[in-house]
């Protein structure tokens, strides 16, 4: 397993990794599974694609939802595959939550409550901030993790409540004792200012690469469904895309505001990566120097997971 945050490299390390492991990919990630958001999902290209296979990468329809349990079946059903051809698998990536969920098991959460969520989101939309303070009364813990404006988790974490009566910070602590399954575990770590450099240099090369069209074609087909529609790179631009398909006028001061936004708030899922990281004790990190080369970190990873 190689984790880190965000921008961090760990998808370049990995390919540079994967042969001296005789290893192939699978992609831990929220947003990959979906096909049509390459760029907002930050895909591997299609060079990496060709020297290494990865899996769970553009398997899903963005209509479609995912969340911890269907990932983890689907992942454990691929790590089965790999493993049953004789080679490695590498799962990689900074969904920590499927990786949780994958080493250790799913806390037993009630199913989700359409007619509540519907209730909380309009709560939510005629006061904004409701939600976040609705948590910080009941679970101050999660109310401190998450961020006002992250309305997924918020209605997550206040549908639990209301549907148990308990936290679900305290519901997510109640993970098997020790991993399911043995694994070897390494992560990468950067430097906080190097790091949010690689992001806000990310976010750009995303927008030069067609991340407003590849949102604003999804958008005018309506094929976005709930989980697809909360990626960082897709909340943030769908509502002004939404505004220009019924106005019919392109507006470059909120698609710039959108993408400020992105890098705000990918920012803040980085920092929220770095307090899930705590919970994963048996993982070795490397600091990555701002200018190692991508093949030298690939070396050292597989190094560290025992290659050779």
């Not at 060709?50 to 349990?69: F, K």
């Not at 087909?221 to 019924?246: N, S, Y």
Request: proline share 6%.
């Amino acid at each position: 397993m190689l984790l880190g945050a965000t921008a961090s490299g760990k998808e370049a390390a990995a390919v540079h990794a994967a042969p001296l492991l005789d290893a192939e990919i699978v992609c831990a990630d929220s947003a990959k599974p979906y096909r049509g958001l390459e760029i907002a999902a930050a895909a591997p290209p299609e060079g990496h694609a060709r020297a290494v296979p990865h899996h769970l990468v553009g398997v899903l329809d963005p209509s479609e939802r995912l969340n911890a349990a269907r990932w983890t079946s689907m992942a454990r059903a691929t790590i089965d595959e790999i493993s049953g051809r004789g080679r490695r698998p590498l799962v990689v990536g900074g969904t920590a939550l499927y990786l949780k969920s994958l080493l250790y098991g799913m806390f037993d959460g009630p199913p989700a409550d359409a007619e509540l969520r519907a209730r909380l989101r309009a709560e939510e939309a005629a006061t904004p901030g409701t939600l976040h303070a609705r948590l910080a009364a009941v679970d101050p813990t999660s109310a401190a993790r998450l961020h006002r404006n992250d309305v997924k988790r918020l209605l997550r974490a206040v549908e639990v409540f209301e549907k148990t009566g308990r936290a679900i910070s305290g519901l997510q602590r109640e993970w098997s004792a020790g991993p399911l399954t043995p694994y070897v575990g390494v992560g990468l770590r950067r430097d906080p200012k190097d790091l949010r450099r690689r992001i806000d240099a990310r976010v750009d090369r995303m927008v030069a690469g067609g991340l407003v069209d590849e949102v604003r074609a999804l958008v005018a087909a309506g094929r976005l469904g709930p989980t697809a529609a909360e990626m960082i790179g897709v909340k943030e631009l769908a509502p002004a895309l939404r505004r220009e398909t019924e106005t019919g006028v392109r507006d470059e001061t909120s698609i710039a505001a959108a993408v400020a936004q992105i890098k705000q708030h990918t920012w803040i899922f980085a920092k929220r990566q770095a307090t899930w990281w705590k919970s994963f004790p048996d993982v070795r990190w490397l600091d990555v120097a701002e200018d190692e080369p991508p093949e030298t970190t690939g070396r050292r990873t597989a190094d560290a997971f025992g290659a050779g």
